[in-house]
């Protein structure tokens, strides 16, 4: 059954510390999206790529989130230096092109930042 | 740019009762529309979706939503809730294009009372 896998499940680190999220796109999927959950700000998307390439990241903080697409089985989201307020959940999505197909979530990674 | 909203936070319905969660777009060209179902502690997934086909569009688990374009509205319905159904619901947008995204709105959280 294909799915996106996402690691680590769960990570509690402490603020300033460096945070990396990574994400297994489905195979065959040429578009990865990184979304992040919280209870005020609800889904955000944050980042997303097309056969490896940033489309938009525009609702990323760029002074301290990296997203990258090192090959086309790996995605990577960074954080550093990390803070309280990045707590919360991410999750990386792919799905196939075109615009209206279905796109596939990750069981998401649980971030708290102490 | 395109956007959904949805009303209220919350709804809570009987088991066995009418389930309306409501979606209202906005778009200057013809949408993709989806809903996505998300179980605590886990990620989203697909319901349904509509893509320009049939406008009463029927998912899993006994729900289907209407397209209506007069009324900008996706709405989400299912006849008799049941206990199993209590989850967050998300509404989203796409539109045709190389670089399309697809946007959430807040999401729905629906309690089933038994």
């Known amino acids: 059954d294909a799915r996106v896998t996402q690691t680590p499940r769960h990570k509690v680190t402490e603020m300033g510390q460096e945070v990396t999220m990574r994400c297994q796109p489905i195979?065959?999927?040429?578009?990865v999206f990184w979304y992040r959950q919280t209870m005020m700000q609800g889904l955000e998307l944050l980042a997303y790529?097309?056969?490896?390439?940033?489309?938009?990241d525009s609702g990323m903080p760029k002074d301290r989130f990296s997203a990258e697409m090192p090959d086309a089985t790996l995605a990577t989201l960074k954080i550093q230096p990390s803070e309280p307020r990045d707590s919360a959940v991410y999750f990386c999505?792919?799905?196939?092109?075109?615009?209206?197909?279905?796109?596939?979530f990750g069981e998401g990674s649980w971030l708290t930042v102490v | 740019a395109q956007s959904v909203t949805q009303l209220g936070s919350h709804v809570s319905v009987s088991e066995g009762a009418l389930v309306l969660l409501r979606c209202n777009y906005s778009s200057s060209v013809p949408p993709y529309l989806f809903w996505y179902v998300q179980y605590p502690n886990q990620g989203l997934q697909l319901l349904l979706k509509y893509t320009s086909a049939a406008t009463l569009v029927k998912g899993i688990n006994g729900f289907e939503a209407e397209f209506k374009k007069s009324e900008t509205s996706f709405h989400l319905t299912k006849p008799s809730a049941h206990m199993s159904d209590a989850a967050e619901y998300f509404c989203a947008v796409s539109v045709s294009g190389a670089n399309s995204k697809l946007t959430f709105g807040k999401g729905i959280t629906l309690s089933v009372r038994p």
């Open positions: 999505a792919s799905g196939p092109s075109p615009s209206g197909n279905t796109i596939y």
């Open positions: 790529f097309r056969n490896r390439a940033p489309l938009d």
């Open positions: 195979l065959g999927h040429n578009t």
